[in-house]
């Protein structure tokens, strides 16, 4: 079973669990819908469109609105302290979330009493806590960007908001700043980095690099880094292996972007309807055997 924890920016989406569908352009869960635009409902419509795909049942979503205040995640993450040990999840991916210190580590108690450890996956402010909390390594995959890595690298930042200067310079480049987080213990099992050109490493260095296909267009178009973290947690939760989940899943989220021919007009679900396509060429139906 594969689970996806998250944040919908709309104070009024109340606090949601149950399996999600993709209705054409909007995310359905119980009798709520939302749009898929960047962020979470992006990370989902990705992991959607990927397990479909894969012939595997869509994720069960636990979501809430909240707005950047903090109000709805502190009730999703009481949410989770209570009902997580009765559950029996094989992934659990954890997407944009505000960072409380306190009501992480409640959750991550919750996890360890859990009858199976699920593979934990976190991109933007499950990161960030789970680094503030020391506990990265308890993580099997981090999902960062650049700047966000820099975060994780800066062993003495307490924020995001206080990464040191010199952590930041253009000088660093991403894997000295990967080598940087492993040597203070602020990484996951597995990183993958999303940019340019993205990475993907454990604490024995860089495993793989995917740069290709190449489309500048994409570099201003949101939510790209999402569905990235979509495309991968479900392979992941499909079973493959991480570092390859995280190789193959970079490459089709490059492929996905290049064939929907973007403009600077382009929306993130008309990636989203490429991924398919994508997952067709680059994975082919020998690799599907197993999964």
């Not at 820099?150 to 000088?171: C, M, N, Q, S, V």
Request: net charge negative; with cysteine.
């Amino acid at each position: 079973m594969f689970g996806i924890i998250g944040a919908i920016p709309n104070e009024k989406f109340p606090l949601i669990a149950g399996t999600v569908l993709l209705e054409k352009d909007r995310l359905v869960i119980g009798d709520e819908n939302c749009a898929i635009s960047r962020g979470t409902p992006a990370m989902i419509a990705a992991a959607v469109e990927t397990l479909k795909y894969l012939g595997k049942p869509s994720p069960f979503c636990f979501l809430v609105g909240d707005i950047g205040n903090g109000k709805g995640c502190i009730r999703l993450y009481k949410h989770l302290a209570e009902h997580l040990p009765e559950t029996a999840y094989a992934t659990l991916t954890f997407h944009y979330f505000q960072p409380y210190v306190v009501s992480f580590q409640q959750v991550m108690d919750a996890i360890n009493t859990m009858s199976v450890r699920p593979t934990l996956i976190a991109d933007a402010g499950f990161m960030y806590v789970a680094k503030m909390s020391g506990l990265a390594t308890s993580f099997d995959l981090f999902t960062p960007d650049a700047g966000e890595l820099a975060y994780l690298a800066d062993e003495e930042a307490p924020h995001p908001f206080y990464t040191r200067g010199f952590i930041l310079d253009e000088k660093n480049y991403v894997p000295d700043l990967i080598e940087r987080a492993y040597l203070h213990n602020n990484a996951s099992h597995y990183l993958l980095v999303k940019g340019e050109t993205d990475y993907i490493a454990n604490r024995d260095g860089i495993i793989s690099i995917v740069n290709n296909p190449v489309e500048e267009v994409l570099e201003a178009i949101g939510g790209t880094g999402d569905t990235l973290t979509g495309i991968v947690s479900a392979l992941i939760a499909s079973g493959m292996e991480i570092s390859s989940a995280a190789t193959m899943a970079a490459r089709v989220n490059r492929l996905a972007g290049c064939l929907a021919k973007p403009t600077p007009a382009t929306q993130i679900i008309d990636i989203i309807r490429h991924i398919p396509q994508a997952l067709e060429e680059v994975l082919g139906k020998e690799d599907l055997q197993g999964l």
